[in-house]
Every structure is written in C-alpha cells, then in structure tokens.
C-alpha cells in the first residue's frame, strides 16, 4: 500500500540528539509532527517507525531511537500520489520546522515540526477533517496491523487530489 503518514512525536526531556549527517540537534520536552510517505509497504514502514531497535537509517530513525522519544499518535491515508511535501508546506503555514529534517530529497524546509499541544486542534483539522486522514494511537496502530490491516479505503480523499475541497488550512 502507498501512502503518506504523520506522526505524533513525544520528546519527554530536552535534549541534543545527533542526527545523521545534521548533526546534534537540540530537541525540546514536548511534541513534534512528523509527515513521511511510503511507496508499498507503508504499513511495515510505520510499524518499523514504532520500533525501537533497528538499524538507523533515516534522519527520523536517529530521533526515535533516542532515548525519551515514543511516537504517540499515527496520521494515515492511502494515496497513489505522494502527498508529504504539500502537506509538509500545509503544516509550514502554522508550525516550525526542525531545518533540514527528513527534507533531504526534497525542497521543504524540513519534514519535522515542533508541535505545541495547543496547536493539536488544528493540525487535526486539517489532516482528518480537510485530507481524511485516520487516526491511531500507537497501540491501536499495531493491534489492527496484527489482526485484519487498516481497513482504508482507497480513494477516501478522492475529492482533495481532484482539487475539490479546501486546502488551506482554516
Ligand atoms: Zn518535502
């Protein structure tokens, strides 16, 4: 399955984390917004992204093997065409990116956002509501991966690649 995922990050300390080729970078206690895509096996991909243990490969891996990081909460919509950078630029509008995070093959800013609780609302908004993204909790995510697969319909945001619907974020 292709797709495009967000995740929900928790820093549970500050901390300087070195990250690949970027460097030490200064992370703080709170919440960060991950937003990556996968062409075949997205599912295998988030379920690697869960894992502590692995070989560290993507700029992300380096965080999450940190210790004090967890991803919380996953953001998931099947889709042929990849959608991270334009929902990267999306979420640009209202959060900060960590520079140069996961944005190594692209143009965006960073690929990483620190992410204040109280901006959860509208983050939601516009991946739920706008692009129908589903929501998981990290152990929802797994349980359903063990039993019978996501259960998403493709198609379900037919209306935003047709250009339908509103992608600004409101
Ligand atoms: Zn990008």
Redesign the pocket.
Known sequence: MNGTYCLKINCKKNSKIPIGRLGRIEFKKGWYLYIGSASGGIEARVLRHLRKRKKLFWHLDHLLAAEGTGVEKIYFIQSEKRL??FI?KMVSLVLKPVKGFG?SD???RG?LYLFPEDHLARVEDLLINKHRFKSFSNRDFIQKMGKKGLEIKPGAHRDFLAGKGNNKIG
Do not use: G, K
């Open positions: 991270e950078c990267s944005s692209c143009r965006c690929h």
